[in-house]
């Protein structure tokens, strides 16, 4: 039996999201009831339209300030899964506490709420990151769920404000997703509910979140069109830069399948669907026939590919294939048609 089934109510946090304004659209096509949380009235327009054919099945809250205490309490009344996803994902806070406390006071405040008034809470899904399990290296290495990233919580008690930027941010989804591992330990007894973590890596795909230029578009979609149209990044970072990735229709999948599939009760799992270099993503590009070769990058092609690439990191996604279904993934190929597509409809 599934630990959650439409038509039960989610909840999902920071619905305004690249993230989870996918999950919410995932949601609502597959009968559940869908209630969002964004922090202003403003916020919720766009979601409110994008969904309206859905009626009463789509509510949005607004929780103002989630690092407030209690700031969830009534959100998660009458709710049988929830879905957080809110959490700061820039490169831009001198203080890392800017991202540390609404990333852990966000989490934990959740599930506060969750084990005072959820009373038909069966599932809380929580949006972590690889930033949480990574520890940069220079040798190949493949992580597992077991890896934590203790590195970047280090650096940012040792460096404080001058530590790199990636630490503050990778300090802030370890230490966020640490924070709930302890709850639901400190909890156990008392919840009803069970946990499951996602660990995804950078994540691409087509926007479907309100963004009223180029300029406003979220973190890793902004590196994806400023590296694909705007020739952000010269030939030699085209063939050595790269991570792992996800498309953000997958990352929506894995949500669903956490809240549904009972195995994957009290497990985090990394969801990926394997390294890349930008050169992949520039060549996608040229193939995909959208834009103009003369619009995009040309690098050395298929400099991003073959024996002699390295790739440092990678990850393990074989839990997430057994206990998830999670064994297929969206290609670069389509991954970069699909938003080359979707910006030019844009007119960017
Ligand atoms: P977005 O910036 O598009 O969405 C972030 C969401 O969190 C928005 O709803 C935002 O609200 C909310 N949020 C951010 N800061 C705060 C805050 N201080 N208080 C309350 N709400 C806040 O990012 P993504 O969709 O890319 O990220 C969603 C989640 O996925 C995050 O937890 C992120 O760490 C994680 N993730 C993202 C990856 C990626 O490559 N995109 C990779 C791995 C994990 P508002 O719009 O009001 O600011």
Redo the contacts with the bound molecule.
């Keep these: 039996m599934p630990a959650v089934a439409p038509p039960s109510k989610v909840l999902v946090t920071?619905?305004?999201?690249?993230?989870?304004i996918w999950v919410v659209r995932r949601l609502l096509e597959k009968g559940y009831a869908v209630r969002g949380t964004?922090?202003?009235e403003s916020?919720a327009a766009h979601l409110r339209q994008l969904f309206s054919s859905y009626g009463d099945k789509h509510e949005v809250v607004i929780v103002e300030?989630?690092?407030k205490e209690g700031a969830f309490d009534e959100a998660v009344k009458g709710v049988d899964a929830i879905e957080h996803?809110?959490?700061?994902?820039h490169f831009n806070s001198e203080d890392p506490n800017d991202l540390i406390e609404?990333a852990v006071k966000?989490t934990t405040g959740v599930l506060q709420s969750a084990l005072k008034y959820g009373s038909n809470v069966k599932r809380v899904v929580v949006?972590?990151?690889?930033?949480a399990v990574l520890t940069p290296t220079t040798n190949p290495t493949v992580f597992t769920e077991k890896d934590w990233n203790q590195q970047a919580i280090k650096d940012v008690e040792e460096m404080g404000k001058a530590a790199p930027p990636a630490s503050k941010y990778r300090a802030s989804?370890t230490l966020a997703e640490k924070a709930a591992w302890d709850f639901v330990d400190k909890n156990k007894g008392s919840i009803g509910w069970d946990l499951v973590v996602l660990n995804?890596?950078?994540?691409f795909g087509p926007i479907i979140?309100d963004v009223p230029g180029p300029d406003k578009i979220?973190?890793?979609m902004a590196d994806f069109y400023n590296t694909l149209l705007k020739g952000a990044k010269d030939d030699k970072t085209l063939a050595t830069l790269g991570s792992c990735w996800i498309d953000v229709r997958d990352l929506a999948l894995a949500h669903i399948l956490a809240i549904e599939k009972q195995e994957a009760g009290g497990n985090r799992f990394l969801v990926s669907q394997g390294p890349f270099k930008w050169q992949d993503f520039v060549d996608a590009a040229h193939e995909a026939g959208v834009y103009p070769e003369s619009a995009l990058p040309k690098g050395v092609p298929g400099a991003g590919k073959g024996p002699d690439v390295t790739h440092l990191l990678n990850y393990d996604t074989s839990k997430a294939a057994k206990l998830l279904g999670m064994d297929k993934y969206i290609s670069i190929e389509q991954c970069t048609k699909d938003c080359l597509e979707d910006f030019k409809k844009r007119g960017w």
């Design positions: 920071g619905a305004n999201g690249f993230i989870a964004v922090r202003s916020k300030d989630i690092t996803t809110a959490s700061p994902f609404p966000g949006t972590s990151s690889v930033a989804k995804p890596p950078y994540v979140h979220n973190t890793s």
